[in-house]
């Protein structure tokens, strides 16, 4: 895959311990970190889902790959007309580079792992529900989603219910392309008993966000708004046909 293999979603934290704590009172858990980062660092995953806790600010949500072979896959990206907003290839850190998406949404490659993924049951779960998908707003979905197959992802036929996207799927990662006006890229959560979740998270104190685009609120949709800023999307998982 041009990208490499999905490692994290990562979120700038402005304190890492507190939103370490959000995470693990959700039922993710912490993983074994390296010291490639200068800046405070903490990992958490549900199973299915790595978030990079990064006590470093920069545009966030930014979803990281890693390329073990970074030069030859920036070369390779060059080949397919992508743009590289920025590279740093020196022998002072680790090498890294940003590209974008057409919707505008930052994308990061890494040459090296910066964790230790924990062995989790298979039945483990968080509060919030199975991962679903990152969604990101796009005015053009034929254009996104041409992108994200030039990527080496699967875009699906577009959909209308119950919000019109297309979802651009990987191995390791799913892209929700929403044709809606999010507030900002969000993580998406379903589960069959949401509404039970989110009266549960509601609760036990947990911060919603007040306003939600009508298309949402129109199904009953959720979102839980971390202490960093990141906006976790709940949504009742549709009936199977």
Known sequence: MPLGRFLEISLAA?????????YESLGF???S???AWPHSYAVVTDGRLCLGLHGLDFESPLPTWVAPSLREQ????ATLGVTIEEARLDDLSLHQALLRDPSGQPLRLLEARTFSPPALSPAHSSSLGYFEE????????????AFWESMGFVAFEPVVEPLPKVVAASSDLNVGLYAIDLPAPVLVFTDAAMPERIASLRDQGHRFAQRL??????IGAAMLEAPEGTQLLLLTEPPAD
């Open 74 to 77: 920036l070369d390779a990206l």
């Open 213 to 218: 685009p009508r298309e949402l609120m129109a």
């Open 33 to 35: 970190v390296g010291e």
């Open 134 to 145: 990152f969604a990101i707003a796009t005015r053009d979905l034929g254009v996104a989603s």
């Open 29 to 31: 858990v912490q993983t």
């Open 14 to 22: 402005t304190n890492v311990a507190e939103s370490l704590a959000f």
